[in-house]
């Protein structure tokens, strides 16, 4: 007979995630493919002291185990449609990195760019894929001599995705991102790294697809559509 334990794990945040993404939409679909993606992870007591996080300073990148809070209460769904491949066939929720799992738990790999203990934890982060308000469960250390895998293949997904298409900016987005440069120096950068891997859901109708968009980065309404196979960036609003 198959023994089970009862393992039910109580899992708390060790703490909450402060990021660019304010919405789902617009966010990249894995961590390293926009590197303009900042983020900050703040520990929360009794976790929040300089104790916990000795010697992670010396790490470039480190695991984050976090909670799908987002979309946690939608449930699971034993097939999903991945978005790199169209949105129109069904795979396993294991063979994807799908946010409706049975137990909502995502992993990202992050750059770590600094360890501020000056009052509580806080890590500077980029390259993250996460909703701001992510609560985070853990963090582990990348280990490169475990954890880079040079032999490993890549299913459905084998190279990293498409990320072609040419942006353009308004002669009004250019004013307004000039405007923000002072205090959001690299924002221009984050719209162009966001676009370019082409946020659209995969399962539009055609006549919807090429509608404008609108992206909530930081306190910006970005708003985009596209025009002749690149996106053109028409604003970037103050919320
Ligand atoms: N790298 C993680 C993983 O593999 O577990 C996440 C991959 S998942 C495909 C990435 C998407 O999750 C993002 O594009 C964003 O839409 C969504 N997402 C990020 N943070 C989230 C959160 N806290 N709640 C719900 N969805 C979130």
């Not at 010697?55 to 909670?67: A, C, E, K, V």
């Not at 209460?73 to 129109?88: A, D, F, H, M, S």
């Not at 880079?148 to 298409?165: H, K, V, W």
Request: charge should be neutral; glycine fraction near 8%.
């Amino acid at each position: 007979t198959l023994f089970r334990p009862a393992m039910q794990l109580n899992l708390s945040p060790i703490g909450f995630i402060e990021s660019c993404f304010k919405e789902k939409f617009g966010i990249p679909r894995q961590p390293g493919l926009v590197t303009a993606a900042r983020a900050r992870l703040k520990l929360i007591a009794p976790y929040d002291r300089e104790e916990a996080v000795r010697g992670l300073d010396g790490f470039s990148h480190i695991w984050l185990i976090f909670g799908f809070h987002g979309t946690a209460e939608q449930g699971w769904k034993p097939t999903v449609r991945p978005p790199r491949l169209g949105g129109n066939k069904r795979l396993g929720v294991f063979a994807t990195r799908s946010t409706f799992r049975p137990n909502p738990l995502g992993l990202s790999v992050v750059r770590l760019s600094a360890v501020d203990t000056t009052a509580g934890v806080v890590l500077s982060l980029s390259g993250a894929d996460l909703l701001d308000g992510t609560p985070v469960y853990d963090i582990k250390p990348y280990l490169p001599y475990a954890d880079i895998l040079p032999d490993a293949s890549g299913g459905f997904a084998p190279d990293e995705p498409d990320q072609s298409m040419p942006i353009h900016f308004s002669d009004l987005a250019l004013q307004q991102l000039a405007q923000a440069r002072s205090a959001y120096p690299d924002l221009q950068v984050l719209i162009e790294q966001m676009l370019r891997y082409d946020p659209r859901p995969a399962y539009f109708g055609a006549s919807e697809r090429d509608k404008p968009f609108g992206v909530r980065l930081y306190e910006f309404d970005v708003k985009w559509r596209i025009e002749a196979g690149g996106a053109l960036v028409l604003a970037v609003e103050r919320v």
